[in-house]
């Protein structure tokens, strides 16, 4: 697991062992990242952050600055490492908390926000319910999730529009931009 590029091309990354963290695939990763390429600017969130590799991409490929959330003791150590390996930890807040906790109190638009939580639970629908609801995606913003083949996903949420479904092996990816308001 490796930056694919920006400032911090090259620098291979830690994970968490185990497996409770299911780092997102270099091919996966490089598609996804192809996919938003002109969209990289302004705040990122990092949910679900695992190693933390997607907001780092993020950030070495421009993005002023990330918010990692994770739950897991281990991986908050990780992303930290990580973040030192790449020279960005001046660009990045790291919060150890649950999802629903960091989200309820959270008052930061985003830009941009990563969803690659565990597959086996309903914390994706949960987590893209909550950030519309509450309103932490900036207008035109989009939200990347990431989750297993097979694994249904709500098509409606409000105030969201939805890509279709990209494939690749046995992960999907699906892009819901913040819908703009008309003046």
Request: positive net charge; hydrophobic residues 35%; aromatic residues 8%.
């Amino acid at each position: 697991m490796r930056v694919i590029t920006g400032t911090a091309r090259g620098t291979n990354l830690k994970a968490p062992a185990g497996l409770t963290t299911r780092p997102t695939g270099d091919k996966v990763k490089q598609a996804l990242f192809n996919m938003i390429q002109y969209e990289i600017a302004g705040d990122v969130l990092d949910l679900f952050a695992g190693s933390g590799q997607l907001g780092i991409e993020a950030l070495s490929r421009g993005a002023s600055s990330c918010v990692f959330v994770d739950e897991g003791r281990e991986a908050i150590g990780v992303i930290q490492d990580n973040l030192k390996r790449t020279h960005l930890e001046s660009k990045a807040q790291v919060i150890r908390s649950d999802y629903l906790s960091y989200l309820s109190r959270c008052r930061k638009r985003f830009r941009l926000i990563f969803l690659d939580p565990p597959y086996a639970e309903k914390y994706l629908e949960n987590a893209i319910k909550s950030i519309s609801e509450i309103d932490i995606l900036a207008e035109g913003g989009i939200i990347v999730s990431e989750r297993p083949l097979g694994k249904d996903l709500d098509f409606d949420f409000p105030g969201l529009s939805r890509s279709k479904d990209y494939h690749y092996g046995k992960t999907v990816i699906t892009l819901f931009r913040k819908e703009r308001t008309e003046k």
